[in-house]
């Protein structure tokens, strides 16, 4: 058995002939240091792996040594070498002698190559800590909620036309950025190469600007329309500004354009935590594999399809959300606490913790969330609320039990529902229980990261994972979720003002 302060010595094995080619050392499970070493093989090695794989096999390996205390295993390395080069060739012993741990350190390019495949190991190991927690999250709610009913609002005339005079000139500059030399009719090649060309290239400049200025004001306002929710909700112009260069998209028909338009809220919003977990899972979101483990629900594969096809600065395959990890430890922190059965990586407890915490100093955890952070920290009262200081105050005064806090009430009142407030903090703490919600709204809360999340709680709702939250709550949220990403009267009546204000009608 091996722990953080003990490794193992491992083999190597070729398994044509069952022969040992290379012994090694690690403190991580030897599975994940196979990931290593097929990510980032040394040189020999390498070359061993690419025969394996031509004849469809990978190396095989065990464990020689478990449990070796961490400051042996230099010497434990060095005896199994010694060993095993007396009965075959190594792959790591140059000409069968001993050295090999001294040649590691005095070589910089080694020690280079060690921690090239240390970090392959590392995320290998990560990722598949996420996939697996991804898959247990996915199978047990289904996915995201899918688009439903989003409206098509269709492109105008107009609109169309000034996008497809924008991909000519995008066109056509590009062929001459490319060194291709198209001559306009009736021009000589010596005026062509000369000031006419460059006048045609200004020219051809500044019909594209004109055409960006048109295109990001219509795009702009589409996305808003899908953005602008009843209680007045905004987040960045056309969701994180995905919507408003959408023009860079090569669309095959204007309604290929209107679908794509209104689908990326609801992409931004309900895709969210998805793409985040994929992310931590090492799924690629731009591959087929993605769709078809993000969702069973033909009408969400086909938004997804949609938007992969599209291309870039299409929503999936590009990561929004790199700044704030929140997502998908949320999902992490809500499948542990409320999936029977989750099983929990080891390589994320501490990740799980922290996220639980988070939560629950936001006042939103629910009491599955802060049981199991109890389970994980004896102390989590004071981890979130801090130290019961009217408690110690009754003592430190010899007041009787209570009577600090009876004071505080009678000031301050008992509704204080900012969950940064301090007279808040001290009160709950001396109530000794954590608040907890049935369900993990985020109502007042606002960031670019909070709709997703809150995103992640309806698809929970949806599959009855709240066994606290009556219908009506979980009804709410998911609602709630919902109209993220659908128009508002407000949203629809701004997009047809624009409209009316294009020349020309629209295009189906």
Known sequence: MTTAATGTIYALIDPRSG?????????????????????????????????LAVEGRLPEIVAIREGVPAAELDQAEKEEIADHSSRGDLLNVVSNTIGN?????????????????????????????WRQVADQIRDATGGPIAPGDVPVHPIPKSVWETYQSYQAAERWLAQRRSGAFLLLPGVGVAEAADSLEAREREKVRRLKRHCEE?????????????????????????????GEKAYKVAFADPAHMARYLSLIP????????????????????????FANWVSNDPETRAAVELFQRSGTPGYLGRRYQEWDTDIASFALALGASHIPGFVVPELLKSSLRDQLV??????????????????TDPQALDTVYGKDRLALADEELGLPTGLAAKVIMQVFGTDHRDPNSEIGKLLQRNAGTFHTPAVPEYATWSGVHIPAMRSMVACFCAA???????DELRDKAIDRSRRTWMPSDRG???????????AGPSVV
């Open 19 to 51: 022969a040992v080619r290379y012994i090694g050392q690690t403190t991580k499970p030897i599975a994940a240091r196979l990931a290593g070493h097929l990510a980032a093989p040394a040189p020999l090695v390498r070359v061993w792996i690419q025969e």
């Open 101 to 129: 741990a001294k040649r590691r350190k005095a070589s910089k390019e080694e020690a280079k190559r060690r921690e090239v495949e240390e970090r392959a190991t590392d995320r290998a190991w990560r990722e598949a800590s």
């Open 214 to 242: 048109g295109m990001e004001t219509f795009m702009r306002t589409y996305s808003h329309i899908f953005t602008a929710v009843d209680d007045g909700e905004r987040y960045g112009d056309g969701i994180f500004g995905r």
């Open 266 to 289: 609801w992409a931004a919003r309900s895709l969210d935590p998805w793409v985040a977990l994929a992310d931590a899972a090492g799924i690629d979101t731009r591959e087929a594999a």
């Open 358 to 375: 988070k939560v629950a100093k936001d006042r939103q955890a629910t009491s599955q969330m802060c049981g199991l952070l109890q389970e």
């Open 464 to 470: 009855g994972l709240f066994s606290d939250a009556v």
């Open 492 to 502: 629809l009546r701004e997009l047809a003002a624009l409209t009316d204000r294009l």
